[in-house]
């Protein structure tokens, strides 16, 4: 995966994921893909608080993503 993208998390489905902004704009209610192949809809990107944000893990999958090589900067699970 190009390290080049830009991508915004989002904590739903229980931990926050990334994904490529272009998605993360959707205005209509379309499904949108994580980058650790995780679905959601995308109206659920923008219901989400900031204490979510906060609350929520962020997801190993996603993380490993983008720093396959770095683990040692992996969150805890
Ligand atoms: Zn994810």
Same mark, same amino acid.
């Given at each position: 995966?190009?390290?080049?993208?830009? +991508?915004? @998390?989002? $904590?739903?489905?229980? /931990?926050? !994921? /990334?994904? $490529?902004?272009? +998605?993360?704009? &959707?205005?209509?209610? #379309?499904?949108?893909? /994580?980058?650790?192949?995780?679905?959601?809809?995308?109206?659920? +990107? !923008? #219901?989400?608080?900031?204490?979510? @944000?906060? &609350?929520? $893990? &962020?997801?190993?999958?996603? @993380?490993?993503?983008?720093?396959?090589?770095?683990?040692? +900067?992996? $969150?805890? !699970?």
């Amino acid at each position: 995966m190009s390290r080049n993208i830009c +991508l915004h @998390w989002y $904590p739903v489905a229980g /931990a926050r !994921h /990334a994904f $490529p902004a272009e +998605l993360a704009d &959707t205005e209509h209610d #379309e499904k949108v893909q /994580a980058i650790c192949d995780e679905v959601v809809s995308s109206t659920e +990107l !923008h #219901e989400r608080s900031e204490l979510a @944000w906060i &609350t929520e $893990p &962020t997801c190993i999958r996603c @993380w490993d993503q983008l720093f396959p090589d770095d683990p040692a +900067l992996a $969150p805890a !699970h």
